[in-house]
């Protein structure tokens, strides 16, 4: 018998996100299903860090149309809480530090203290769990924690922000893997994970089981392809799609 239709995990439909006014991305409409991995490439200021803040409904960026469906359910005017509470998780680019507040103590706010050493000593950050968030970490320790940080949140949707950028090489497998690791593992409620990562490098294409790359200019996804045959014509040609 056919299988009944798989409720995407992430849709985005006529996308258009404004700051201050001033439009930055422009008709984004893209669909991810459970268990799969989708890579955001593009020149710097191309508008993929502002997309995935816009998702998370970080402000000041702003959906001035258009609609975000988090497994079916329209989140397009919920807040950032609200967001996090229905499934979504993002690892910052640049996180901002929490004095006053532990490693430890943010996994206990999450109820996530039963996870935490596992999550960290997969990360190699095991030694930060007693350190302040993000304070006083190296920019390795930074998005290194990021990615454990999603394991404690538990989000069916994770969303990376250049998880890889100021991650010595051999830091890089270590942040694949553990991305890999998040993405086979269902959520606490036993739903399949979802993903939307940037990468500038390509070094997460290494490791990372990525399914579709998507090349964003100017605010707009102009091309989609297997993620490693883009990054390569993107090597050979720029950030010019082939006709």
Known sequence: MPQPPTTPALSLNNINISIAGKEICHDINLTI??????????????????????????KPFTITSGTI??????????????????GLGLAFQRPIGLEGVSVRRLAHALGATHRLETA????????????????????GELKRWEVAKLELQDPQVCLFDEPESGVDLQQVGVVSTAINHLM??????????????????????DGVDATAGHLMVDGRIIETANPRDLFERIRRTGYVPTA
């Open 33 to 58: 299903n459970p268990g799969e991995c989708h890579i955001l490439i593009g020149p710097n200021g191309s508008g993929k860090s502002t997309l995935l803040c816009a998702i998370m409904g970080i």
């Open 69 to 86: 469906l988090l497994n079916g359910v329209d989140i397009t005017t919920y807040g950032i809480t609200d967001r996090a509470r229905a």
């Open 120 to 139: 960290a000593h997969r990360l190699g950050v095991d030694y930060l769990i007693d350190r302040d968030v993000n304070t006083g970490f190296s920019g």
């Open 184 to 205: 086979s593992t269902p959520t606490a409620s036993g739903k399949h994970r979802a993903a939307l990562a940037i990468t500038h490098t390509g070094f997460l294409l």
